[in-house]
T-cell receptor, first 115, second 115 residues
Framework: DAGVTQSPTHLIKTRGQQVTLRCSPKSGHDTVSWYQQALGQGPQFIFQYYEEEERQRGNFPDRFSGHQFPNYSSELNVNALLLGDSALYLC??????????????FGEGSRLTVL | AQSVAQPEDQVNVAEGNPLTVKCTYSVSGNPYLFWYVQYPNRGLQFLLKYITGDNLVKGSYGFEAEFNKSQTSFHLKKPSALVSDSALYFCAVRVYPNRDDKIIFGKGTRLHILP
């Protein structure tokens, strides 16, 4: 049973560029949440996707956008990168409805460095 | 708005001694509470959760946590610490069922077990 997978694991970009991060949820999960974890900080909620729509959003600018595909996988896009966007980006999956046991299952993350 | 506080940035414990990592929460509703652990350059791993029922919940690797509604706390405990328990620990809260269905994390507590 594959867990949550994320790609790429590491990437380096320069200011002003755009980046796309990808996530495949755990088998049987239909909801994907994205978090940003800066060095030495806790994960900060970016947004959550369910049924191919953004359902919840944290305090992040419109430069951060996402998408969910019919197979439940998801992408996080960040435009006009800033130095402060350097962080570990975590994808987490879960299951809605009566089968929801509450916890999130995390991938290993994508480490983004902006120079 | 929901929030989680972890008052200690770091906790140092001698191997074999009991450990406690503190967490308090603030929600407008019934909380679901979680503990996660993170090893260097890795994603978060689920340890345990409180949904309802017995206030003492047991989780992975011998960890347990006690839910205290009057003190709005959910402290993580282990009777005898191991060096391998050294890691970053995150407390998290979720209010569900709720339209604002997302998990919010504390800033983390670094646990250092001294050999």
């Amino acid at each position: 049973d594959a867990g949550v997978t994320q790609s790429p694991t590491h990437l380096i970009k320069t200011r002003g560029q755009q980046v796309t991060l990808r996530c495949s949820p755990k088998s049987g999960h239909d909801t994907v949440s994205w978090y940003q974890q800066a060095l030495g900080q806790g994960p900060q909620f970016i947004f959550q996707y369910y049924e191919e729509e953004e359902r919840q959003r944290g305090n992040f600018p419109d430069r951060f956008s996402g998408h969910q595909f019919p197979n439940y996988s998801s992408e996080l896009n960040v435009n006009a990168l800033l130095l402060g966007d350097s962080a570990l980006y975590l994808c987490a999956s879960s299951r809605r409805g009566v089968l929801n046991t509450g916890e999130l299952f995390f991938g290993e993350g994508s480490r983004l460095t902006v120079l | 708005a929901q929030s989680v506080a972890q008052p200690e940035d770091q906790v140092n414990v001698a191997e074999g001694n009991p450990l406690t990592v503190k967490c308090t929460y603030s929600v407008s509703g019934n909380p679901y509470l979680f503990w996660y652990v993170q090893y260097p350059n890795r994603g978060l791993q689920f340890l345990l959760k409180y949904i309802t029922g017995d206030n003492l919940v047991k989780g992975s690797y011998g960890f347990e946590a006690e839910f205290n509604k009057s003190q709005t706390s959910f402290h993580l405990k282990k009777p005898s610490a191991l060096v391998s328990d050294s890691a970053l620990y995150f407390c998290a809260v979720r209010v569900y069922p709720n339209r604002d269905d997302k998990i919010i994390f504390g800033k983390g507590t670094r646990l250092h077990i001294l050999p």
